[in-house]
């Protein structure tokens, strides 16, 4: 319990920190809401089995500082609650081809909270807006090891493309999952794409998201899966 408390106001007090210190080259907040028929976990497991909303307050500055504080909630999941809620706070600091941060995760009560430390490395364009990337990141439990440590390593292709108003996003990667969450080991694929129209300030639009084994050492209920929603995205 004091390691989790302990953790948890360090890592507030990095993201405090940054966003203090970063005040004078502030440059936009971005509030982001998406409405999703389900929690289809990064490593490719459904966290909540029902509709959610996620939620998340960006803060970016000039000299490539971020804090971010995000919530997700839906009406049941599978930690035993008739509600089921996560929220995040972060904090990361990037270039044009370089990202690091670090994560705290509070989990519905039923499950520890989570520590999560993370790098990215990107190419250059490589051709019509597409670059490669590699990312590094660790899970660390904060009480026990429930949800289980582990760790994932990432590599794959993204792209952005703007026609009119229109912005398309996309990702396609491969990723091995050490167990993290306790999920077997494995390999896994994963997409994801948003198409959003620019209104100025506000843009809307739809996305989607898929994940599907590669090679799973043991069966542990993860399989082809996708989850679709709505996208709205404000900037001020």
């Known amino acids: 319990m004091k390691l989790n408390k302990l953790v948890f106001i360090l890592v507030l007090a990095i993201v405090a920190g940054i966003t ?11 509030v982001t809401t998406k409405l999703i028929d389900k929690y289809l976990g990064s490593n490719g497991g459904v966290f909540f089995d029902g509709p959610v909303v996620q939620s998340d307050v960006l803060r970016c500055f000039e000299n490539g500082i971020c804090a ?10 599978q930690w035993g609650e008739e509600t089921d809620s996560e929220v995040d706070i972060n904090g990361e600091w990037s270039d044009e081809n370089f990202n690091v941060g670090i994560l705290y995760i ?10 999560n430390l993370y790098a990215t490395a990107t190419t250059d364009e490589l051709v019509g807006g597409v670059r490669a990337y590699f990312k590094l990141e660790h899970y660390l439990a904060m009480e026990g090891n429930d949800p289980g440590r582990g760790s994932f390593t990432h590599l794959g292709l993204k792209g952005d493309r703007t026609l009119g108003n229109f912005n398309f996003g996309w990702t396609v990667e491969v990723f091995y999952d050490t167990g993290a969450f306790g999920f ?3 390999t896994l694929a994963a997409a994801k794409a948003t198409l959003l129209y620019d209104f100025g300030q506000l843009s809307l639009g739809p996305m989607i998201k898929a994940t599907t084994p590669i090679h799973i050492a043991n069966d542990d209920g ?15």
């Open 68 to 77: 971010n504080l995000w919530v997700s909630r839906g009406d049941r999941g």
């Open 20 to 30: 203090v210190n970063s005040a004078s080259a502030q440059t936009n907040y971005t």
């Open 106 to 115: 509070f989990s519905p009560p039923s499950a520890s909270n989570v520590l």
């Open 222 to 236: 993860r399989e082809f899966d996708y989850a679709v929603g709505l996208v709205s995205q404000f900037t001020f």
């Open 184 to 186: 077997s080991d494995g």
